[in-house]
Structures are given as structure tokens and as C-alpha cells.
């Protein structure tokens, strides 16, 4: 199989998008940086460092509910290596995303309060921005840390619209609007993982490959997910296993034969649904080099 693919399926203008991002990141102190907890390496903008510089960063691994615990706990160690500090949050069950997030930039701007205030500031105030590939919460731990829903300005053209900033704590502070980073990927393994986790539409990659990939990573690291879910032996033959799940799941058309496009849809959805557990898709040890 053909693993080096140059896909510029992005809808949009990247230049345009780079500029918008680098005038926003002029305002902030540092920068929130959204990963999907499942895939923390293929859910990064290659271009990120570049865009926000020599400015800290947070990273937040989001969707922590549907990643396994230690892997997610591996991914925080490895970052931390790294030189970057990371957390990991459901942004829509943990209660404690708002807390998580102030005392997290608090740490990471420790040393550039500390001179402020011994140079007499009484009161300061930490300006950080939300970014991440479309999909990936932004939006979600913005209305978390606020505690409401932001209602949708209308952006009418030739508009200005007044920077608005949400209190994460006495000391942190917000841009309402995250900036959306495009995933990138050159080589399909990154592609197909985007796919499974929800980040890219279905029709950037053929489905019948994503479901290949995906049910290949399945019976070779959580065959009795599998089992469990959807009550069929499973064998290491990922077409056969597909088929079973076909059957199992009444995905039969008239003239009785296999539903395909049924039964892809179905495994997709259950995936990213969590239906079979929490799943890293990503893993340390296999990705780093
Ligand atoms: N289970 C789970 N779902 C989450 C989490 N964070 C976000 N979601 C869900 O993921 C979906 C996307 O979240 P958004 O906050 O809209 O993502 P976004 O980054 O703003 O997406 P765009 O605006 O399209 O770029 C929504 O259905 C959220 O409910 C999480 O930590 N756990
Ligand atoms: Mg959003």
C-alpha cells in the first residue's frame, strides 16, 4: 500500500487562516493548545510551533474519557520530556476543568508573574488563547471554563468585533474565539487515525480503508473489545472479521449479501462513540522513535 499520500484536502485558505492566528497570538501570554487524547501526535498542526513562536504553551489532552488511562498518563510523561506541560481533561464530564486549566497556565507563567510582581504589579492577569484541529473541543472547554453557553455573535462583514475575554480564574483570562488549526498529515496511518477519532470528514479518505485500518488495530490490540461488542469470535483475518460483524449486526441487503456500507458506518460510529471503551489509538511506545 502507497503510505506516502500529499493530500491538500483542507477546505479554506491556510495563508489567510496562518496570518488571522498570528495577529490573535499577538494578544495572549500563552497559548492553550487542544490534542485529542487518543491520538496526541496526529492531532497537532505541524505548523503550531511556528505560528505561536517562542510563546508557552499548554497542552490539554481532551476527550481523556475515551483514552485509555495509563496510555494517557505515558502521553503526559512523554510531553513532559518534551519540555511541555500537559494535562489530560473530559471537557464535558470533569467538574474540575476551569481549576485544572488557571492553576496549569498559572505554573507555566510562573516566572513571568514572580518579575512582575516584584517589579510592584499587585494584580496580574494571564491572557492565554484556545487552539486545536477542528473537532477537538475548543469550543467545548471555552463554554466549560465560563460556565455557560457564549452566545454566537452575529459576525456581520466590515464588522470589527470587540475582543471579548472569559475569566478562567481571578489570575486567567481567555480570547473567546479558539483559533482552528488544520490537521496535516503526509502519511495515511496519521490520516486514517484523524479519520477514526472524528477530526476530518468521512469523505477525505476512501471509508472502506478507514474501517480496514481501524479493525486491523482492534484485533491486534483489543481483540475482546470486539468479542464483547458485538458477541462474534473474532479471528486475525480483519476481512472475515468485518463480515461477522456484518451478520451479527443484521447488515444483509436484499439479496442477502453484506451490507458494506452499512456496516462501516455502524463501526465508525461506535468507535467514536465509544461504544467499545476507551481506546488509544496512539501509543508511546509505538510512535516515538
Ligand atoms: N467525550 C468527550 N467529548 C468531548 C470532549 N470535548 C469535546 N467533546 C465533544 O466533541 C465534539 C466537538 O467539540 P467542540 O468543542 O465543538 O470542538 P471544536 O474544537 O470547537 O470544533 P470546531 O469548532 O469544529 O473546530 C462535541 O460533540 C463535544 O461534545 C471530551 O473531553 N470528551
Ligand atoms: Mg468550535
Redesign the pocket.
Known amino acids: 500500500m502507497e503510505n506516502k499520500v500529499n493530500i491538500n484536502w483542507y477546505p479554506g485558505h491556510m495563508t489567510k487562516a496562518k496570518r488571522e492566528m498570528r495577529e490573535k497570538i499577538k494578544l495572549v501570554d500563552m497559548v492553550i493548545e487542544?490534542r485529542d487524547a487518543r491520538i496526541p501526535l496526529s492531532s497537532i498542526n505541524p505548523l503550531l510551533d511556528e505560528i505561536i513562536g517562542s510563546k508557552p504553551r499548554l497542552i490539554v489532552l481532551?476527550?481523556?474519557?475515551?483514552a485509555e488511562k495509563e496510555e494517557t498518563k505515558k502521553w503526559i510523561d512523554y510531553f513532559k520530556e518534551c519540555g511541555h506541560k500537559a494535562v489530560a481533561?473530559?471537557?464535558?464530564?470533569d467538574r474540575n476543568v476551569a481549576k485544572t486549566i488557571s492553576n496549569s497556565c498559572l505554573s507555566i507563567m510562573k516566572e513571568k508573574i514572580d518579575k512582575l510582581k516584584a517589579r510592584g504589579l499587585k494584580r496580574v492577569e494571564i491572557k492565554a488563547m484556545v487552539v486545536?484541529?477542528?473537532?477537538?473541543?475548543?469550543?467545548?472547554?471555552i463554554?466549560s471554563v465560563s460556565r455557560r453557553k457564549i452566545a454566537k455573535t452575529a459576525d456581520k462583514p466590515g464588522v470589527t468585533r470587540t475582543l471579548a475575554w472569559i475569566k478562567v480564574s481571578n489570575e486567567v483570562a481567555l480570547l473567546d474565539t479558539?483559533g482552528?488549526l488544520w490537521p496535516k498529515f503526509e502519511d495515511l496511518k496519521t490520516g486514517y487515525m484523524l479519520a477514526v477519532t472524528g477530526a476530518i470528514r468521512d469523505d477525505v479518505l476512501p471509508m472502506q480503508s478507514i474501517i480496514e485500518f481501524a479493525v486491523d488495530f482492534l484485533i491486534k490490540n483489543h481483540k475482546d473489545k470486539l468479542v464483547k461488542r458485538y458477541e462474534i469470535e473474532v479471528s486475525d483475518n480483519i476481512f472475515e472479521t468485518i463480515d461477522k460483524i456484518a451478520i451479527s449486526r443484521g447488515c444483509i441487503q436484499q439479496d442477502e449479501t453484506i451490507d458494506y456500507k452499512r456496516v462501516y458506518a455502524l463501526l465508525l460510529k461506535d468507535i467514536r462513540d465509544?461504544q467499545l471503551g476507551p481506546i488509544s489509538w496512539e501509543k508511546t511506545d509505538a510512535d516515538i522513535e
Open positions: 487542544i481532551s476527550k481523556a474519557d475515551k481533561l473530559n471537557l464535558i464530564g486545536g484541529i477542528p473537532n477537538v473541543g475548543k469550543s467545548t472547554l463554554n479558539p482552528v465509544n
